[in-house]
């Protein structure tokens, strides 16, 4: 846990204050704003969607007071890949919603590299010990989902929006 986190959101927007439960509820987390600790990945996502609609990719820059905001939120960390994880992923994308209890979630995502092995197991083809195993190869990603409006006000902070073509 930091102080002060640095955060980023790739995407295709400047946004100076983010608005929570805007997105999809099938995500892996809920229909949060998401953040990540990690800038290349936040970069990847954001090449991946501008390359999608044909626009530019933006990263914007927050300020996380997290040591703060975890001392106030009903919050949720996943450590790794794990079968709490796997549970968690699976139940929000079958739509049960498990992500109503928190403000803050935190953990590894479900891209593209492990996508594949979660719809495996949601259709009941591979067991939970076969996924977790498939997926302890993989290098670890970090997301964190901000699910409450208030919270997400006072405690993430812009700082700047980076436009990727000048990177």
Same mark, same amino acid.
Not at 14 to 34: A, S, T
């Given at each position: 846990?930091?102080?002060?986190?640095?955060?980023?959101?790739?995407?295709?927007?400047?946004?100076?204050?983010?608005?929570?439960?805007?997105?999809?509820?099938?995500?892996?987390?809920?229909?949060?704003?998401?953040?990540?600790?990690?800038?290349?990945?936040?970069?990847?996502?954001?090449?991946?969607? *501008? !390359? =999608? %609609?044909?626009?530019?990719? @933006?990263?914007?820059?927050?300020?996380?007071?997290?040591?703060?905001?975890? /001392?106030?939120?009903?919050?949720?960390?996943?450590?790794?890949?794990?079968?709490?994880?796997?549970?968690?992923?699976?139940?929000?994308?079958?739509?049960?919603?498990?992500?109503?209890?928190?403000?803050?979630?935190?953990?590894?995502? *479900? !891209? =593209? %590299?492990?996508?594949?092995? @979660?719809?495996?197991?949601?259709?009941?083809?591979?067991?939970?010990?076969? /996924?977790?195993?498939?997926?302890?190869?993989?290098?670890?990603?970090?997301?964190?989902?901000?699910?409450?409006?208030?919270?997400?006000?006072?405690?993430?902070?812009?700082?700047?929006?980076?436009?990727?073509?000048?990177?």
């Amino acid at each position: 846990m930091y102080d002060i986190l640095t955060v980023y959101h790739g995407g295709t927007e400047d946004i100076h204050f983010p608005k929570v439960n805007v997105g999809r509820e099938k995500l892996d987390f809920g229909p949060g704003f998401y953040v990540t600790d990690i800038f290349i990945q936040a970069k990847d996502w954001a090449l991946k969607i *501008a !390359d =999608d %609609r044909g626009i530019i990719p @933006i990263v914007n820059i927050y300020h996380l007071k997290q040591k703060d905001l975890l /001392a106030k939120c009903r919050y949720k960390i996943f450590e790794a890949y794990n079968k709490d994880w796997l549970n968690f992923v699976t139940q929000s994308r079958l739509g049960k919603r498990p992500w109503t209890t928190y403000d803050y979630i935190e953990g590894g995502v *479900a !891209d =593209d %590299r492990v996508v594949n092995t @979660i719809r495996l197991y949601m259709g009941g083809y591979i067991s939970a010990n076969e /996924a977790l195993n498939r997926m302890k190869y993989f290098k670890p990603t970090n997301q964190i989902c901000l699910l409450n409006q208030d919270f997400t006000d006072q405690y993430l902070s812009f700082v700047e929006s980076k436009i990727l073509n000048d990177l």
